[in-house]
Every structure is written in C-alpha cells, then in structure tokens.
C-alpha cells in the first residue's frame, strides 16, 4: 500500500466578517494579536516545515521555533 503524499504547503481558513460573533462549545478560540501566525506542515518524512499563511517559509526568520518542534517528540512522526 502507497503511503499518503502530503502537501508542501496547506492554506489556512480565512477570518471572515459577519454581523454579530458567535460561540460554541464546540469551537476553540484564539485571540490574534499583530504579529506573525505560523502553520507547521509535516511532510512525508516526518520533518515539519514553518508557512506563513501567504505560503512563505518562516523557519529562517524563527529557527528557535523550527527546532522546538522538530525536536518535540509530542509532534506526530510520519513512521507512526
């Protein structure tokens, strides 16, 4: 059996406006505050990759964060 391909890049859901904010128990939410949001990707061989939402690599700008989670064995490995 083929091992599933992963995505070098997955785009994060956009904010969108509305009328009136809405909760759930259903739902987490994060406050966004000025600054950068990272997504980490994991790829095929496991190692995590850090995009900036428009796609752009971010583990340059932040290796101390890049190395956090490569080394973070609570992450999930493409082996398991």
């Given at each position: ?48 990759h ?28 493409a082996?398991?």
């Open positions: 059996m083929a091992k599933p391909t992963f995505p070098d890049f997955v785009p994060p859901m956009m904010a969108e406006s509305t009328k009136a904010p809405f909760d759930s128990q259903d739902w987490i939410f994060e406050i966004k505050l000025d600054g950068y949001r990272a997504i980490t990707v994991f790829d095929s061989a496991g190692k995590p850090l995009w900036s939402r428009n796609g752009l690599s971010l583990e340059a700008k932040f290796p101390a964060i890049a190395n956090l989670v490569s080394s973070n064995s609570a992450f999930p490995s082996s398991t």
